[in-house]
């Protein structure tokens, strides 16, 4: 059983930066992969971001709204996933969830067996 416990949401202006962190209890995430969604009022739960570590490093993957302004990352010994978010826009207001799988890294929200409560970051134009 993995629980997960989402921290650093909150109000921003648009261009400025927050970072997301998402703590693991009950175990690490060195045979899971994670992944951010979000959701905004009145629109379906979308991919963010996703991390899968291996035996070579880590992969990662973005949906294209936010390649190039997030990084997803994860500390060393693997309890903590992170979403370092830059240049921040208005339409990234909404509802953060991290979440785990076993095996691969998935952009479908279904496929994935554990979330977090969420926290809400909002950004102000």
């Known amino acids: 059983q993995v629980q997960l416990v989402e921290s650093g949401g909150g109000l921003v202006q648009a261009g400025g930066s927050l970072r997301l962190s998402c703590a693991a209890s009950g175990r690490t995430f060195s045979s899971v992969a994670v992944g951010w969604f979000r959701q905004a009022p009145g629109r379906e739960r979308e991919f963010v971001a996703a991390i899968r570590w291996t035996w070579t490093g880590g992969s990662t993957y973005y949906a294209d709204s936010v390649k190039g302004r997030f990084t997803i990352s994860g500390d060393n010994a693997k309890t903590t996933v992170y979403l370092q978010m830059n240049s921040l826009k208005p339409e990234d207001t909404a509802v953060y969830y991290c979440?785990?799988?076993?095996?691969?890294?998935?952009?479908?929200?279904?496929?994935?067996?554990?979330w977090g409560q969420g926290t809400q970051v909002t950004v102000s134009s």
């Open positions: 979440a785990a799988r076993r095996n691969d890294a998935s952009t479908h929200a279904y496929e994935y067996d554990y």
